[in-house]
């Protein structure tokens, strides 16, 4: 559990020791142990995800990285996105005018490719972030559902974990879809050995 977690967490049970056990505190407990829950499995899949995309350009000696905290920024936009996992071109970043004092991109040659893990505002990973990270000209941009909660036009029905990976054709993104023990298929690692139910597993480790 994060410090901020464990603060927020007993702040709560302290609210509901001196309320008598009141029915409204005693929610508040059970939504911050069940957000904590949900939190902890999405950093789950997000370090294993970032593990194994890590020893794979690091085998292929690629100069890439990802960072701990940078900032993609759309064109024409006053804010940007701070992506789950950003990979990071670093032959680039000296052409990046922002990177050295913000820690922030703004061009495609920068970024081979993003990951998203989707929560429960999954509108913003499957709109809003889709429609920026296309027009930037991100190459690759992944959205790992894993609980299945985008909506049935994006992911059809019955609703089950979905891996969806969009790729930049003439200037569009054209998405394929994984799930269950499907080996995933990424143009920027083409040997990359991982099935979509492993990073689904990492959830419940």
Do not use: H
Not at 65 to 70: D, E, G, M, T
């Amino acid at each position: 559990m994060s410090q901020n977690n464990a603060n927020l967490l007993e702040i709560a049970k302290q609210i509901e020791r001196s309320a008598n056990v009141g029915i409204g505190y005693a929610f508040s407990v059970d939504k911050l142990k069940n957000e904590k829950c949900f939190l902890n499995e999405q950093e789950d899949i997000i370090g294993f995800t970032a593990r194994k995309i890590t020893v794979e350009f690091d085998r292929l000696n690629l100069f890439y990285s990802i960072p701990k905290q940078a900032l993609v920024k759309p064109p024409e936009s006053e804010s940007g996105y701070v992506p789950d996992i950003l990979l990071l071109n670093r032959t680039n970043l000296v052409n990046e005018p922002l990177w050295q004092k913000q820690s922030t991109v703004t061009q495609a040659a920068s970024i081979p490719l993003i990951i998203e893990v989707v929560s429960t505002n999954w509108r913003d990973d499957y709109l809003t972030k889709l429609r920026d990270y296309e027009e930037i000209g991100i190459p690759e941009y992944w959205i790992i559902d894993y609980l299945g909660l985008g909506g049935v036009r994006y992911i059809g029905s019955p609703k089950q974990p979905t891996i969806s990976i969009y790729l930049l054709i003439e200037g569009e993104y054209q998405v394929q879809q994984f799930k269950d023990n499907e080996k995933i298929i990424s143009p920027t690692f083409p040997e990359l050995n991982l099935t979509a139910q492993q990073i689904f597993q990492a959830g419940n480790i």
